[in-house]
Nanobody, 130 residues
Framework: QVQLVESGGGSVQAGGSLRLSCTVSGLSFDDSIMGWFRQATGKEREGVACITGPGMATYYIESVKGRATVSRDNGKRTLYLQIDNLTPEDTAMYFC???????????????????????WGRGTQVTVSS
């Protein structure tokens, strides 16, 4: 059984930072592209940052480029997302996800993985106040 458990969300003021974590079990973590997605109230889910299994390639949505870092520790089966200089527009539920089938790379997964074919965690809420 695949399980993804997120942690690290919270309420912060604009300009602050958060580091999200996602612990994964039940799949071959080392080989799996992984991604962080988010969904704000009233908006569609979007891929924020995705990373290959070895961690050598990443993709970021334009709105977080330069402020976010996705990383992984395969020995700990854990995925991370650090976001700095948070803005109210970053307020959303953040989900960790792993694909159920093959995607071409992290950009492909972030662009298409949110709609179909993923395992999902329950999410962790990030709220940024101005």
């Amino acid at each position: 059984q695949v399980q993804l458990v997120e942690s690290g969300g919270g309420s912060v003021q604009a300009g602050g930072s958060l580091r999200l974590s996602c612990t994964v079990s039940g799949l071959s973590f080392d080989d799996s592209i992984m991604g962080w997605f988010r969904q704000a109230t009233g908006k569609e889910r979007e891929g924020v940052a995705c990373i290959t299994g070895p961690g050598m390639a990443t993709y970021y949505i334009e709105s977080v480029k330069g402020r976010a870092t996705v990383s992984r520790d395969n020995g700990k089966r854990t995925l991370y997302l650090q976001i700095d200089n948070l803005t109210p527009e970053d307020t959303a539920m953040y989900f960790c996800a792993a694909p159920q089938y093959t995607f071409l790379g992290p950009r492909d997964y972030c662009s298409h993985g949110g709609s179909d074919g993923s395992y999902w965690g329950r999410g962790t809420q990030v709220t940024v106040s101005s």
